[in-house]
């Protein structure tokens, strides 16, 4: 009688081959991750990108309408060689028309956003309050970078909010805890208005690095609004906005920018990444990039790799020559036009 081989079918894997596939799997997403995160962060930076064309375009249409660029903010004459200036609202609020943000900005009055030549302006703190206060806390996701996240301060009622930047290099915040009994922190940004290497800089007595200072005026500055014209050295060449991170300090945010408060922005600290110094500085969460629009809507993605110059004989021999690029671009009529890459 022939003998029959009853063959039977193996329904599951050995304990080695699943061990070997989950190895597998491993290594599979050991090497996707970082290719993930690499288009995670490329499409962030291609909307933050597109976030600063938006603000530059909406600027523009704004120079269109008034035949002049949005008032870089309020300021009142001071006996000094500056200007003093206060919590005034900055670039950010006039031009919420043209960003779609119509109907918040006619919660605000006129004197918030006005030259009063009489004043200098009024705080947007308390002027009409608590309505002011309560439509500045609007966030507008526009005025955000989607690789960073400036709302970190309410996690510690010592963290600071700026509200206010006097353009001499002054940055001003507010600890997180005075905002409480207001109704939270108000709505913050990642873009801040060029008001070129110290702002407006009148000169008190003859002196090189005041002079270099004065003619390195930037778009935005106190007390006057500029047209298209007045930008001689090349809309291309100029900047408009730069990144703004705030600061960061142990892993903790410590700085983050209001956008009612982000008037003209001092250029003079740059890609600083000192602890105690990054929020005078334009920078990014990106990697190894800030983004920068300039003052024809084109958008540039700067690599962060030049310091600010030591001394003053370093800023006038133009010792930092990637600084120095970057002063030439954000000052409008300094007849300088290197190029900033």
């Given at each position: 009688?022939?003998?029959?081989i009853?063959?039977?079918?193996?329904?599951?894997?050995?304990?080695?081959?699943?061990?070997?596939?989950?190895?597998?799997?491993?290594?599979?997403?050991?090497?996707?991750?970082?290719?993930?995160?690499?288009?995670?962060?490329?499409?962030?930076?291609?909307?933050?990108?597109?976030?600063?064309?938006?603000?530059?375009?909406?600027?523009?249409?704004?120079?269109?309408?008034?035949?002049?660029?949005?008032?870089?903010?309020?300021?009142?004459?001071?006996?000094?060689?500056?200007?003093?200036?206060?919590?005034q609202?900055?670039?950010?609020?006039?031009?919420?028309?043209y960003i779609?943000?119509?109907?918040?900005?006619?919660?605000?009055?006129?004197?918030?956003y006005t030259?009063?030549?009489?004043?200098?302006?009024v705080?947007?703190?308390?002027?009409?309050?608590?309505?002011?206060?309560?439509?500045?806390?609007?966030?507008?996701?526009?005025?955000?970078?989607?690789?960073?996240?400036?709302?970190?301060?309410e996690?510690?009622?010592t963290?600071?909010?700026?509200?206010?930047?006097?353009?001499?290099?002054?940055?001003?915040?507010?600890?997180?805890?005075?905002?409480?009994?207001?109704?939270?922190?108000?709505?913050?940004?990642?873009?801040?208005?060029?008001?070129?290497?110290?702002?407006?800089f009148?000169?008190?007595?003859?002196?090189?690095?005041?002079?270099?200072?004065?003619?390195?005026e930037?778009?935005?500055?106190?007390?006057?609004?500029?047209?298209?014209?007045?930008?001689?050295d090349?809309?291309?060449?100029?900047?408009?906005?730069?990144?703004?991170?705030?600061?960061?300090?142990?892993?903790?945010?410590?700085?983050?920018?209001?956008?009612?408060?982000?008037?003209?922005?001092?250029?003079?600290?740059?890609?600083?990444?000192?602890?105690?110094?990054?929020?005078?500085?334009?920078?990014?969460?990106?990697?190894?990039?800030?983004?920068?629009?300039?003052?024809?809507?084109?958008?540039?993605?700067?690599?962060?790799?030049?310091?600010?110059?030591?001394?003053?004989?370093?800023?006038?021999?133009?010792?930092?020559?990637?600084?120095?690029?970057?002063?030439?671009?954000?000052?409008?009529?300094?007849?300088?036009?290197?190029?900033?890459?």
């Amino acid at each position: 009688m022939p003998a029959f081989i009853v063959q039977r079918n193996r329904n599951a894997f050995t304990l080695i081959e699943l061990l070997v596939v989950i190895a597998i799997i491993a290594i599979l997403i050991g090497l996707l991750l970082p290719a993930i995160q690499k288009v995670r962060e490329t499409a962030a930076r291609m909307t933050c990108s597109n976030n600063m064309k938006q603000l530059a375009l909406a600027t523009l249409n704004f120079e269109v309408t008034f035949r002049r660029l949005p008032l870089g903010k309020h300021g009142t004459a001071s006996t000094t060689q500056t200007l003093a200036v206060g919590t005034q609202a900055g670039v950010l609020v006039q031009i919420l028309p043209y960003i779609e943000q119509e109907n918040l900005f006619k919660g605000f009055k006129p004197e918030l956003y006005t030259f009063n030549s009489n004043s200098g302006g009024v705080s947007w703190l308390n002027f009409d309050a608590p309505n002011t206060y309560s439509l500045a806390r609007t966030k507008i996701k526009m005025f955000l970078c989607p690789s960073d996240d400036p709302y970190a301060v309410e996690g510690s009622a010592t963290n600071n909010v700026v509200c206010f930047i006097d353009p001499r290099g002054g940055i001003t915040g507010t600890q997180v805890s005075q905002f409480a009994a207001a109704g939270g922190v108000p709505g913050l940004t990642n873009y801040v208005p060029n008001a070129g290497t110290l702002g407006r800089f009148p000169v008190p007595f003859p002196s090189p690095i005041l002079d270099y200072y004065a003619s390195h005026e930037g778009v935005f500055v106190p007390n006057e609004q500029f047209a298209i014209t007045n930008i001689t050295d090349g809309t291309s060449n100029t900047l408009l906005f730069c990144e703004y991170l705030g600061n960061t300090s142990n892993g903790q945010r410590t700085y983050s920018m209001s956008w009612m408060g982000a008037s003209g922005f001092p250029m003079n600290y740059t890609f600083n990444n000192s602890p105690t110094q990054m929020h005078f500085s334009p920078n990014s969460a990106h990697s190894g990039v800030a983004n920068f629009v300039m003052a024809d809507g084109s958008v540039r993605a700067i690599t962060k790799n030049f310091a600010t110059p030591a001394t003053t004989a370093i800023i006038l021999a133009k010792g930092e020559p990637r600084w120095a690029a970057f002063q030439a671009a954000a000052g409008k009529a300094d007849g300088d036009t290197e190029v900033l890459e």
